[in-house]
Each structure stands twice: as C-alpha cells, then as structure tokens.
C-alpha cells in the first residue's frame, strides 16, 4: 500500500477528538473554567462589584473590603475604621475611587467612598429594631435601589439617584410580604433597580417576584426558611449600535422581560429541583428546564444572550442554551459570580475568603 495514503496517527487523533468533540458539543459550549485567585481565609464574601477587566471590589464580614485594580491577581483588604464586625454583604462600585457598601442587620448602613477606601461616610442609617437590609443594585451609574426585610408589613425599599450620596424610600411601597416571607442577604443580587420601581424577589415561605403593583408566584422551592429565590439577572438586549444606553448599568441594555431567577434549599445544596425560574415574558409562563443547575444557587449572571454561569455553595454551573440545561465545571463553592459592567471579565467569590476569575 501507498505511504502516501495512510493519515499520520497523531493527525488521526486530533481529527477524531475534533470530531467528537463538534458531535457531543463540548468544544464550544462549555470552555468556561474556575481559576481560583489569592483570597483572604477565615472570611466571608457575598458582596461583589467588577468595574471594567481591571477594577474588582469585593466585600464581606469582620468589615472587610478588597480592591483589585490588576484584574483581580491583587487585592488590597481593608477593616473598615469603627465598622469592625459588621457584615457587608453587598457593595456596587463605578471605579477604583468610588464604591458604596451595604451592611446588615442593625442599624441597617450603608457607607459610601470616593478615596478609594481610604475614608467612608455614612451615606444611610436605619435604626429601627428589626431592620436588615439585603442588597443593592444600580441600573446606571447615578440610579440605584436597595431592599431590606419586611419592617410593619412592608419591604423596605429605597432608592437613590444621585449614585448612592442620598437614599429616600419609595412612597407608599407596593411590596407587601406574606407571613415568614423575606429577602436572601446571600449575594446581592434580589434587587434590580430600574425606571420606577425596583423589581424585588423573595424566599421563605413564599417566593415570588415583586414589581411594581404586580406580584408573581416563583416556581421556585418555598415554604421553609431556608427555601426560595436568591438571585435574578436580566438577559442582555442585542447590541444596537448607535443606539445609547437605556435601563442597564453603565449603558448596557436589558430586556425586562427575558430573565432567569435562582435559588433552592440552602440548607439542602445539592438538591437539584425547584432551583431555577426562566422567563421570556416576564413570569407570564415559565420556561422548560432540562438540566437544572447542580443544586442551590445564590447568584447567576448572563455572559451573553445565550451563555449563563451560576454558583452556590455546592460549585458553579454553565449554560450555554440561555439557562435551559446546565453542566457543573467546579465543585467549590462560592456565594456570588459578577461580570465587568463594562469589560467581559467575570469574577467568583465565597466563603472562606474565596476567589475566582472565570476564564471563558
Ligand atoms: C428555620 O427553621 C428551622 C426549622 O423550623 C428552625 O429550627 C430555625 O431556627 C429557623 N431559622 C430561622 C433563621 O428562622
Ligand atoms: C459534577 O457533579 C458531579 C456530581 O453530581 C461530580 O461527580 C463531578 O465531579 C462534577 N464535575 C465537575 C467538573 O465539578
């Protein structure tokens, strides 16, 4: 027989693992991997703010905020002065000098920078006995919205519209809890802030999403305390040029209707039903589920319109069919995963002082 015929072997291989690679749709659906980064043990992150590629600010107990402005391979920590042991468990910053923080329980805070962390000032405080606040969220760089837990039959939601220097509650609120119903303080992410009011989401007894005057049931796990909706992102609206920045954060554009809700049974994590909701048409009816994501999940972003990555303290998770099935790459918990507002950097962070790039 001819030489000249036979394919080289390690040509074959290549071709063979190519071509199974193409037919089980590995190679281009699910590249995404968890490296994890220098974190700060003995620590609890669920608050996580990525600027661009370069700038990340993460927050989390004993006080505790960190700064990255080299994409994440160094952190600078800091114990916030006179705030010591107070949890903060969300933070939105708009660049390497700017940031507010979130603290719960009581007094509600929130503290509000602009040195870069140098110095922080008390931008909110919330006396009343019961208050816990739970997350904030900016639709662009001056309009945000923060929730707490129900205090005297309402959730208690305020809004800001001058990047966080002022917060005022919205009037008459329309966000009325159920009994034993409350916000997850778990990642920052149970708020949207949007043109009028925010859109909300609940766990516990019950779970349902909240905007406006209008309440939708979630078809999410619910009925216990540790049972519901932990996070909601908004689907990215296909990219218009020309068109300027409407509703998203930084001029990014969402669409308010297509969107995906995470959650489950925190105290049960690698439970794998009644974890994930997803909407085309605004909770109206919900979306068919194939492969859930592998177990409770606090916090979910969209990478693009039909790529997602979600992670709770059971591992992380990839879809690549807008959040229809997913595959687990890590099994390393983290509370809270975030994109660049303005870059395609993606960042993880979790207990024991975890973090992690996403490379994708
Ligand atoms: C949640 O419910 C369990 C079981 O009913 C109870 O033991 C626990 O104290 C509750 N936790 C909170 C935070 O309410
Ligand atoms: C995915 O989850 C299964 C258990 O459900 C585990 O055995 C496997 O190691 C996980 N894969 C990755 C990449 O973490």
């Not at 952190?75 to 979130?102: C, Y």
């Not at 802030?193 to 859109?199: A, C, D, I, N, Q």
């Not at 809270?336 to 490379?359: D, P």
């Amino acid at each position: 027989m001819n030489q000249s015929f036979r394919i080289p072997t390690g040509r074959l291989h290549l071709f063979l693992f190519l071509f199974c690679s193409m037919i089980l749709g590995t190679l281009p659906l699910y590249s995404q991997q968890v490296d994890s980064l220098p974190g700060r043990p003995g620590h609890s992150f669920r608050g996580l703010s990525v600027v661009s590629d370069q700038v990340v600010w993460v927050s989390g107990n004993k006080g505790t905020v960190g700064i990255s402005t080299d994409g994440g391979n160094s952190f600078q920590w800091q114990q916030v002065k006179g705030h010591e042991s107070r949890d903060f468990r969300d933070i939105e910053a708009f660049d390497a000098q700017t940031a507010v923080v979130l603290a719960v329980d009581s007094p509600g805070l929130v503290l509000r920078t602009e040195d870069g962390g140098q110095s922080w000032t008390e931008v909110y405080r919330d006396q009343r006995s019961g208050i816990f606040l739970d997350a904030l969220h900016f639709s662009d760089e001056q309009n945000g919205a923060l929730v707490g837990d129900p205090i005297g039959g309402t959730y208690v939601v305020l809004t800001t519209s001058n990047q966080g220097r002022s917060w005022s509650p919205l009037e008459s609120p329309p966000y009325r809890p159920d009994t034993g119903e409350a916000c997850f303080a778990a990642s920052g992410s149970n708020i949207i802030s949007r043109r009028g009011t925010p859109l909300v989401i609940s766990g516990g007894t019950r779970s349902r999403l909240f905007r406006g005057q209008q309440v939708i049931d979630l078809p999410l796990v619910q009925g216990k305390n540790s049972t519901g909706a932990n996070a909601i992102a908004l689907r990215p609206a296909r990219h218009r040029p020309g068109k300027p920045g409407g509703s998203g954060g930084s001029g990014r554009r969402y669409s308010q209707r297509h969107f995906v809700v995470v959650g489950g049974d925190f105290a049960a994590d690698t439970l794998r039903s009644g974890n994930i909701a997803l909407t085309r048409n605004g909770g109206r009816n919900w979306q068919q589920v194939s492969i859930p994501p592998f177990g409770y999940r606090s916090s979910v972003v969209y990478l693009d319109r039909s790529r997602l990555v979600s992670c709770g303290t059971s591992g992380v998770d990839v879809s690549a069919d807008g959040g229809r099935s997913w595959q687990n790459i890590s099994t390393t918990g983290y509370h809270v995963v975030q994109k660049a507002k303005k870059g395609k950097a993606v960042f993880l962070a979790g207990g024991n002082g975890r973090m992690a790039r996403l490379r994708w």
